[in-house]
């Protein structure tokens, strides 16, 4: 698969709030500007970002890829890029039983009380959302873990 993983644009906006809210995502902060994305013959078919804190701390966050793009290393590649882009360290909320795949570079497993503020509070979003949806649609629950990666600046 050819595939381009660029800084996003102005014009990106509307595909990554598609590609987000087609996996109810943390719907919050969703600027293009702090998103990178990966384009596959002219479409959007995957993107990344890295949320600011208030206090400082960065999260990888709104990691997705279009259902016909999975399973090819595009949300590798974006991953990969976006590090590249950030060195320090950096935290992702993702499902536990996913959380090993994110070891490969350098994440892994923290308390909540062990997370900055808006971290742990994205964290629990996420959990309580969880746990609705899958109430109201009679799914199990895949519970949340917080990753932690600590690398030289
Ligand atoms: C998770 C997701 C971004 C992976 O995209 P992708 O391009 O298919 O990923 P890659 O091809 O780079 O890697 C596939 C691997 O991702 C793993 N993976 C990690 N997190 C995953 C998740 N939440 N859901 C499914 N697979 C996931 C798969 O197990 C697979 O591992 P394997 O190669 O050892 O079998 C994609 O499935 C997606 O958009 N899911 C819906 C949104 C979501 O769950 N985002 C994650 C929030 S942390």
Not at 50 to 77: F, I, K, S, Y
Not at 108 to 128: D, E, F, K, L
């Amino acid at each position: 698969m050819t595939m381009l993983v660029r800084p996003a644009v102005a014009a990106d906006q509307e595909a990554i709030l598609a590609l987000a809210r087609g996996e109810r995502l943390n719907p919050t902060d969703l600027d293009w500007p702090r998103f990178f994305v990966a384009e596959h013959q002219g479409v959007l078919v995957g993107a990344v970002q890295m949320r600011l804190h208030r206090d400082g701390a960065r999260e990888l966050g709104t990691l997705v890829v279009a259902p016909q793009a999975r399973n090819q290393g595009v949300a590798a590649r974006l991953i990969g890029t976006l590090l590249s882009h950030n060195r320090g360290r950096v935290f992702m909320v993702t499902g536990r039983k996913h959380a090993q795949h994110y070891a490969r570079w350098g994440f892994s497993p923290i308390r909540p009380c062990q997370a900055p503020r808006g971290v742990s509070r994205n964290y629990w979003m996420g959990t309580c959302a969880g746990y609705v949806f899958a109430t109201l649609q009679r799914r199990p629950r895949n519970p949340l873990v917080i990753l932690d990666r600590v690398t030289a600046a």
